[in-house]
């Protein structure tokens, strides 16, 4: 049952949240806004269009500020009305006190993933195609860089090579899966070298091609010399793109699945999948931590706004081993990785809760 400090947790809690989001979206808004209106002729309307698909990213990296800074202010304000020593007096721990935020957390955490999950994907993939061809007036495909090797998608298929020649008409090292509609495997090519010239077809060399068989990667062929006469439909080729960021967690899943009975390298999309899960309670997980810190010996006597200052610089902390650690499993080639900073702060926060004053 909901007492009247629950509800009135809640509200407060909620209030802070609302407000931290609106003021630190609004900052990020106006930095992105400004730097794009100087270094690109635009329009106010494809701004305005890519910030919007772009909303549910911004969201999701400032969720663990945004979460820390809610609680913080909450704390602050129970301090400043004496209300949470009042609580702790009547023999109340801070725990049972703050449990529906605790709750609260969980809930927006949920919500996080749900948006990770199948939201972001489709508005990212959105707000790329419109910074390439409305803000720079580029018709090429959906860009970034990954690993020591470039990445492209077009029409199922998904292929990197090891080089590209300035010409943008030759490039080294292919490797080329071509894709059914549903991610399923049909068909991969490796070989040394590529002309792709003509658009109509491009001519393989020294190389082996592979079919699927009950899962398995069977050899066909070894050629010196191999023709596709439909190729994937690639207008530059300065640019890449990290195709497993625009699938949603389930067909991401799939494609991980598939690829790994398959004998293939998956580490990059598992490192993916898995951050989606870790990055979505990264907001509970600072604020389990965040709350012994703030009213224990270390900064209770702080005032509210170093009190604030602090929950930045945590969520800055915890941000940098995160990406950091997701940097070291790519070069590790082990997911695992990925998984430690959140196991550590998890340990602290026990540590820090079993040794609290209630």
């Known amino acids: 049952m909901i007492t009247m400090l629950d509800r009135y947790l809640l509200i407060t809690f909620l209030k802070n949240w609302a407000k931290v989001l609106v003021v630190l979206t609004g900052v990020y808004y106006t930095i992105g806004i400004l730097e794009l209106a100087l270094r690109a002729d635009v329009s106010i309307a494809s701004l305005v269009k890519y910030f919007v698909y772009l909303s549910t990213e911004i969201f999701i990296q400032i969720s663990g500020i945004v979460s820390v800074l809610a609680i913080s202010l909450t704390i602050s304000h129970l301090d400043k009305a004496k209300e949470l020593f009042i609580c702790q007096s009547s023999g ?29 994907p489709i508005l990212l993939k959105k707000a790329k195609r419109v910074y390439h061809e409305e803000v720079w007036k580029e018709q090429i495909p959906l860009l970034s860089l990954s690993s020591n090797k470039i990445w492209y998608e077009s029409n199922n298929f998904i292929f990197n090579l090891q080089s590209v020649d300035q010409s943008g008409k030759s490039g080294k090292n292919l490797s080329l899966y071509k894709f059914s509609p549903t991610w399923n495997l049909d068909y991969f090519i490796k070989a040394k070298f590529v002309d792709f010239t003509s658009s109509m077809s491009w001519k393989l060399y ?50 991980v699945k598939n690829n790994k009975n398959l004998g293939l390298n998956t580490v990059r999309y598992e490192v993916e999948y898995y951050s989606r899960f870790l990055l979505s309670f990264s907001g509970l997980l600072l604020i389990i ?57 998890t340990f602290l926060g026990v540590f820090l809760w079993k040794n609290i004053k209630s």
Not at 96 to 116: G, N, Q
Not at 301 to 314: D, P, Q, W
């Open 206 to 255: 020294n190389g082996k091609s592979y079919s699927v068989d009950n899962n398995n990667l069977v050899l066909t062929k070894t050629f010196l010399d191999h023709i596709i006469s439909k190729p994937p439909k690639i207008k530059h080729f300065n640019f890449s793109i990290e195709f497993y960021k625009y699938m949603n967690s389930l067909e991401l899943y799939k494609f």
């Open 92 to 120: 109340q721990s801070l725990y049972k006190i703050l449990k529906p935020v605790f709750f609260l957390s969980i809930i927006l955490s949920l919500i996080t993933l749900f948006i990770l999950t199948y939201v972001n």
């Open 289 to 345: 931590i965040f709350v012994p810190f703030s009213v224990g010996p270390f900064i209770s006597r702080f005032k509210s706004y170093k009190k604030n200052t602090f929950g930045v610089v945590l969520s800055i902390f915890y941000w940098f081993i995160y990406t950091g650690s997701i940097k070291l499993a790519l070069g590790l080639e082990s997911v695992l990785i990925i998984f430690l900073p959140a196991i550590l702060f």
